[in-house]
């Protein structure tokens, strides 16, 4: 009887072994894309602001010879 229990017990625990593997790759891969994304957004909020120092800075260039 108590080899049936500890069976069950094991056979139990396996699924929950590989519901957390399979939890743990999922939210590996979820992680990766959001930081794929946040990398992206980042690298053109940066190229953006470099855009628009150069036209303040062509702005000012065009203000200062009127």
């Known amino acids: 009887?108590?080899?049936?229990?500890?069976?069950?017990?094991?056979?139990?625990?396996?699924?929950?072994?590989?519901?957390?593997?399979?939890?743990?790759?999922?939210?590996t891969i979820s992680r990766d894309k959001w930081k794929e994304k946040s990398?992206?957004?980042?690298?053109?909020?940066?190229?953006l602001e470099g855009d628009l120092k150069k036209v303040k800075d062509k702005l000012n260039g065009i203000m200062l010879h009127y």
């Open 1 to 27: 009887m108590e080899k049936e229990d500890y069976k069950q017990k094991l056979s139990e625990r396996s699924k929950e072994v590989k519901q957390l593997k399979k939890k743990i790759k999922e939210l």
């Open 39 to 47: 990398i992206n957004h980042k690298s053109r909020a940066d190229k």
